[in-house]
């Protein structure tokens, strides 16, 4: 299946929602051939998959951990998203949730992060209050 990635959103739901309706219909003739050497193209076409329950958790997560060991390809950031979706997905996952206030202990500035060898990607921001006053 290919995901139509050039194609407007409105024209590649209507293309999943036809191969959904094919797949239901003719389970025992159809097979999905995940192309692509990025694991996020993948990572949409299971979740896909998943969504329209045409394939079972546990299959997509295996699938998934195979793409993630044979291919080395993405940055930091998407494995450390392919490893929460993972996280999230296991049946055990418990979020921990932080709803009192957050007292800073030490503020450490190193210089600015730099994105494709330039340094005009995102920015952190962050804001210092000293009783209740911004700095």
Not at 6 to 13: A, D, E, G, V
Not at 115 to 134: E, I, K, S, W
């Amino acid at each position: 299946m290919d995901l139509g990635a050039s194609l407007h959103p409105w024209t590649r739901c209507w293309q999943w929602r036809t191969r959904r309706i094919y797949l239901r219909q003719q389970p025992a003739d159809a097979f999905v051939v995940l192309l692509g050497t990025e694991v996020h193209s993948s990572l949409a076409a299971l979740s896909l998959l998943i969504y329209h329950r045409l394939l079972p958790k546990n299959w997509a997560l295996r699938l998934l951990q195979e793409k993630l060991q044979d291919t080395v390809l993405l940055r930091r950031s998407s494995d450390r998203l392919l490893d929460g979706l993972l996280k999230s997905m296991n049946p055990n996952f418990a979020q921990s949730i932080v709803d009192t206030r957050l007292q800073l202990v030490e503020l450490v500035v190193h210089n600015l992060p730099t994105f494709n060898n330039n340094r005009t990607g995102c920015r952190p921001q962050l804001m210092v209050y000293v009783g209740g006053t911004a700095l």
